[in-house]
């Protein structure tokens, strides 16, 4: 990759205060998943109720992918290792630190699978708390080019934010009073160094809106408000809120900060750090991911990946950002910074299928020399969108105004206008999201492999469906009561005398469907549940061309 070492500017000062071990991290698939106490019928036992109530929406049972890996497997393994760093569960792998005597037991043991090495060496715990803050305020780590980071050098800079805000319509999008209130954003990085600091942030810290964080490649740490500052600097496009420094789109948010990124050096692990997070966020609820990092080639050539493997199910990042979307959670992912290379330059997970992989644009709307180009291995036009990320503002580290270029950049503002968008309109499923964000971008109708769709914008996005559909359409749809005791539901929905009604459970089990019809259209529809067992649903609703879905909690 040719990046420059930031290991090799601090490397003395690690080594007082790391005790450091020539072993290496393995990945351990395992076989099976046997589990002897949590159940598919009882998902709130390892989901949070928000994780659960997005599934609804979305039509997403839970399957063996949410199960966690056998604690037996992980405490055999763990005898092996000098440390386990983690397990995924939808990998059903675990990844540790062992010798080759270590990996050799492993992978004779009957229920594992295979034994991968994912990253050459390995820092362990330090006996010292490194002064990260320090670290990621020197010039060298400031001002270094980190192409997997997808992201350029800062820059002082005295340029107006109203530029990068108006070009995607941000600006319309608080007029309208939508924030990003109610949407839960999960930030994948390397560091967020200043967050906790900077007055640009102080509402979330305020309002109680970082709702939880952790470090996956160092994770005896209990905070991230450390390490490599590109973090802080792509959370301050979507969370910063201080007028005349910067205001972000999507302030209001809820936040989950995770450091996945392991800046000394460039191995496979990072990806499984990446999948690990994604489980973690998928646990809580998160609506979406931020991530503005990408891979392609490693310190070990012999992980480097080809352009037949970026083909959107291949890499480990891209299976897990495929698994993150299936789940109704909205993946944004910069293209990549190797524009230079021409055609074919993305980097994984941008080549997943059904997330938003972002490129960047200069003033003038075209696309900037840096920004990674498709198609993908298997010839999908990518990126999806672009928005301006040719020196946008952006808060850094000490708190100040900077700018820098990378798609690293553009990717955090569409995240903000696509948090913005679901507050506007909770009712949308992750695919009616995307494709209003589509419908809005400026070359919708022909798409390239530079820019994708193009420039979304807020007003064409939320506006633009209603004003192309048919006047019934613009009308609310309300079920009440709701929370629903032993009343009847009624629904106020469209305008004709007729509709189905349909009640699915959490499994995506049809409990209920019926037609429905009443006198007169402004009258609502009447419909007993009698019978049916507590708990969320899904109620849809069809009239004609007209569909909707909301959520129904039955106590």
Partial sequence: MGK???????????????????????????????????SLSRPQEFLTQKAIERRIK????????????????????????????????????????????GVDAMAALPFV?????????????????????????TSTENNIKHPKLNSRELAETDNSYDFQNELIGIDR?????????????????AGFPGTNTSSAFSHLFANNQILAQRDFVRPWNTEVFMGHQHGTNVLS???????????????????????????????????????????????????????????WDFDDPAMNYTLEDLDGKTTIITRGASIASNRGILVVNSVGNYGSRGEYSLVAPADAEDIL??????????????????????????PELSAFGDSPVLIRSNGSAGSSNGTSF?????????????????????????????????????????????????????????LAAPEHETLKTKIYPNPLGQSDLK?????????????????????????????????????????????????????????????????
């Fill in 410 to 466: 553009s990717a955090p503002q569409i995240t903000a206008l696509a948090a913005g968008l679901w507050e506007a309109r909770p009712e949308w499923t992750k695919a009616e999201l995307m494709e209003n964000l589509f419908r809005s971008a400026t070359q919708y109708d022909n798409p390239d492999n530079l820019l994708g769709y193009g420039i979304p914008n807020f007003y064409d996005a939320l506006y633009g469906e209603i």
């Fill in 237 to 295: 496009l979507i969370a910063a809120n201080e007028p005349g420094k910067l205001v972000s789109g999507a302030y209001d948010a809820d936040f989950v900060l995770m450091i996945t990124e392991e800046v000394e050096t460039e191995y496979k692990v990072e990806e499984f750090n990446w999948v690990r997070a994604a489980e973690y966020s998928d646990s809580l609820g998160v609506d979406i991911i931020s991530s503005s990092v990408g891979y």
């Fill in 58 to 101: 979305e039509g997403v049972p839970a399957d063996s992918l949410d199960l966690p890996v056998a604690t037996k497997y992980l405490d055999e393994v763990s005898d092996l290792s000098d440390y386990v760093l983690y397990a995924s569960k939808w990998m059903n792998a675990a990844v540790l630190v062992t010798d080759q005597a």
């Fill in 173 to 189: 999008m608080h007029a309208d009073g939508y924030t990003g209130d109610g949407v839960m954003i999960a930030v994948f990085d």
């Fill in 113 to 137: 699978e295979r034994v991968e090495l994912v990253a050459r060496d390995f820092l362990t715990k330090p006996s010292a708390k490194i002064n990260y803050q320090a670290l990621a305020s």
């Fill in 357 to 382: 992989s972002v490129g960047s644009v200069k003033t003038s709307g075209e696309v900037s020399t840096f920004s990674s180009r498709g198609p993908t291995g298997d010839g999908r036009f990518k």
């Fill in 491 to 555: 629904i106020q929905f469209g305008t004709g005398t007729d509709c189905s009604f349909e009640l699915i459970d959490f499994s995506g089990r049809l409990v209920m469907r019926q037609n429905l019809s009443r006198a007169h259209a402004n009258t609502p529809y009447l419909v007993s549940v009698d019978g049916i067992e507590t708990g969320i649903y899904l109620v849809v609703l069809r009239e004609g061309a007209l569909i909707k879905q909301v959520k129904l909690l039955k106590q």
């Fill in 4 to 38: 420059i070492k930031f290991w090799i500017a601090i490397s003395f000062t690690l080594l007082l205060v790391f005790s450091a071990k020539a072993q290496d991290r393995y990945a351990v698939y395992f076989k099976y998943k046997p589990q002897e106490s949590l």
